[in-house]
């Protein structure tokens, strides 16, 4: 007889642990994840080609999130990438280029807000 009631725990055990997991799972898919950092997108206007330095960048945006190279020249890229599974995505692109003496060269700004 307790032979037969831990054969029935054990079963009710397993169950409960595969529903707590496939909730869990469920809420994660349900969520959304976030990539990059956020920046004063609302400062873009401000940016002047020819003018704009890369020290001034730094005290509109803050730290670039990522740092490169096109065509041997400095870029610096702000993004924030929001992403659901099942809402809508925000997301929002800096992209600025700069010139050989550390002067904005030109930009590319992008975002899904309407």
Not at 28 to 43: D, M, P, Y
């Amino acid at each position: 007889m307790s032979k037969r009631f831990l054969n029935h725990r054990f079963k009710a055990a397993k169950l409960s642990s595969i529903l707590l997991l496939g909730s869990i799972a469920l809420t994660q898919l349900n969520g959304c994840f976030t990539v990059g950092q956020e920046f004063a997108a609302s400062r873009v206007p401000d940016i002047k080609i020819g003018q704009t330095r890369k020290q001034d960048i730094s005290d509109l945006f803050g730290t670039p999130w990522r740092t490169g190279l096109e065509d041997g020249r400095p870029t610096w890229t702000y993004g924030i990438y929001k992403y659901s599974v099942f809402g809508t995505n925000d997301t929002q692109d800096l992209l600025i280029r700069f010139d050989s003496q550390g002067i904005v060269r030109s930009y590319t700004f992008s975002s899904t807000h309407k």
